[in-house]
């Protein structure tokens, strides 16, 4: 099983900025899910990209699949307060039906 | 009712214990997980059942033992845990065996503490 590598592994801003969080491997991977987990909660699914060089926006949230299948960014735009929380990138590696390894994940905190 | 309820959300047992984690969804869905989420490392899945047929044991010690009754239940029991167990155990399930982005739906996990 590879490694997703998430960066920045923190990430602490004010209200109305705008943020990138990167999602990298060396493997290629059959799709990509970004989730969002609260404190106290379980990761809650926010988009599956499954194309290379596929690009999902979600209201302020943008989020691309790159082009070889092996990472994946997301954007958000004018971040929120309720945008805090911990962002879970997860690939499944091609060949591997059934396994989805999560990514060492980016918490972020937006501030008034 | 939510999709994935889990309980206890809470729970701290000595390294002698004998405890029991419960997993239930009302989704209608075939397969379910069990993963451990610590400090500092990314979630690790730890079991896999489909049609409550264990399909993926990774590696994990015998001191974890899954149950699976039935498609909607799913229970972690354990027994002589070690402190580095301390973590949030979260359940999953998904309509299939995840394959092609199958979304996976999460429980809110229990918050084990072995001391």
């Known amino acids: 099983t590879q490694l997703l590598e998430q960066s920045p592994q923190f990430l602490s801003i004010q209200e109305g900025e705008n943020l990138t969080v990167y999602c990298n491997s060396s493997s290629v991977f059959s799709s990509l899910q970004w989730y969002r987990q609260e404190p106290g909660e379980g990761p809650v699914l926010l988009v599956t990209v499954v194309t290379g060089g596929e690009v999902k926006k979600l209201k302020r949230l943008t989020f691309q699949f790159g082009d070889a299948r092996k990472d994946s960014s997301l954007h958000i735009t004018a971040a929120q307060p309720g945008d805090t929380g911990l962002y879970l990138c997860?690939?499944?590696?091609?060949?591997?039906?059934?396994?989805?390894?999560f990514g060492t994940g980016t918490r972020l905190q937006v501030t008034l | 009712e939510t999709g994935v309820t889990q309980t206890p959300r809470h729970l701290v047992m000595g390294m002698t214990n004998k405890k029991s984690l419960k997993c239930e969804q009302h989704l209608g869905h075939n397969a379910m997980y069990w993963y451990k989420q610590s400090a500092k490392k990314p979630l690790e899945l730890m079991f896999v059942?489909?049609?409550?047929?264990?399909?993926e044991n990774n590696s994990v010690p015998s001191r974890f033992s899954p149950e699976c009754p039935n498609s909607s239940h799913l229970f972690l029991h354990l027994h002589t845990l070690q402190p580095e167990d301390s973590a949030l155990y979260l359940c999953?399930?998904?309509?299939?065996?995840?394959?092609?982005?199958?979304?996976?739906?999460f429980g809110q996990g229990t918050r084990l503490t072995v001391v």
């Open positions: 997860a690939g499944e590696e091609t060949g591997t039906a059934s396994k989805l390894t």
């Open positions: 999953a399930s998904s309509q299939t065996l995840y394959r092609d982005g199958t979304e996976a739906f």
């Open positions: 059942y489909n049609f409550k047929e264990q399909t």
